[in-house]
């Protein structure tokens, strides 16, 4: 069984860093994807950054260039490094895995959230103006 669970999230001002950890267990990196999602009041659940099996990295627009995503298996951690942060980033933000993933990363960013089996329950990041 995959378990995820989140952490790191806060509030912080414009233009403000965050990092958040992902900490995963019984997932199989090697035949696995994992990814960051995230979700703002009444809006639906948008990817955010996804990682394939090979660790090719893909963004989404809206965070590109702003955003890094990395895995560290030894520690079993998925990170999300959140930079230059803006009010439109405040969400609930979700990691989430599959174990049965083998397209290349650009391709699932556009398969959505609809796609990963496993999440964790969420942490929220508040950004202020």
């Known amino acids: 069984q995959v378990r995820l669970m989140e952490s790191g999230g806060g509030s912080v001002q414009s233009g403000g860093s965050l990092t958040l950890s992902c900490a995963v267990s019984g997932h199989t990196y090697s035949s696995g994807c994992m990814g960051w999602f995230r979700q703002a009041p009444g809006k639906e659940r948008e990817t955010v950054s996804v990682?394939?099996?090979?660790?090719?990295?893909s963004y989404s627009e809206s965070v590109r260039g702003r955003f890094t995503t990395s895995l560290n298996k030894d520690l079993n951690t998925l990170y999300l490094a959140m930079n230059n942060l803006r009010p439109e980033d405040t969400a609930i933000y979700y990691c989430a895995a599959d174990s049965s993933c083998f397209a290349q990363s650009s391709y699932i960013l556009r398969q959505g959230p609809s796609r990963f089996a496993y999440w964790g329950q969420g942490t929220q990041v508040t950004v202020s103006s």
């Open positions: 990682i394939d099996s090979v660790q090719r990295k």
